[in-house]
């Protein structure tokens, strides 16, 4: 069966997105706007923040962000479903990937804007959510592939022979 064939995928997307939603929920419900919580004075605080641009407030205001969160999940989507097998690190990153976009994008479609809280001080950072990292983690996974097949080719990242690895998944469940 398809949905199978990249588990990881499918497993760490909802993760990433519940993750998420959970960590909004709980600043909206626990700070009042641009409340600021220091767990580390100085260093790292929870500031609740909201955000209608990109990553570093980049295109504030921008109304097409919310589209283009749903043409990155679409596309995500389609990729693990009817794209082929991939390599465990791939279905990491592009699961996280698809999770963090889901993750803002609900944001967007609800409210137009993007709840963040994660203030790293210490490096004058813009403050970022958990949607946030785990699109930078799911890059991060995508990189750790690219690095691997440059050194090792192409043929390193896969299993095989894709068709059997797929026989032997639907034929454990």
Known sequence: MKFFKNRLFWAIAPIAVILDQLTKFWVVGVFD??????LW???FHF???TNTGAAFSLFQGSGWLRWLSLLV???LIAWGWFGPRLSAWEQAGYGL???GAIGNGIDRFATGEVIDFLDFRLIRFPVFNLADVSINLGIACLLVVMFWQAQHGEGEKRSPDPESADRSD???D
């Open 33 to 38: 706007y641009g409340e600021t919580w220091p």
């Open 97 to 99: 990937i698809l999770g």
């Open 41 to 43: 004075p100085g260093v």
């Open 47 to 49: 500031t609740f923040v």
């Open 73 to 75: 999940s679409l596309v």
């Open 170 to 172: 639907s034929s454990s």
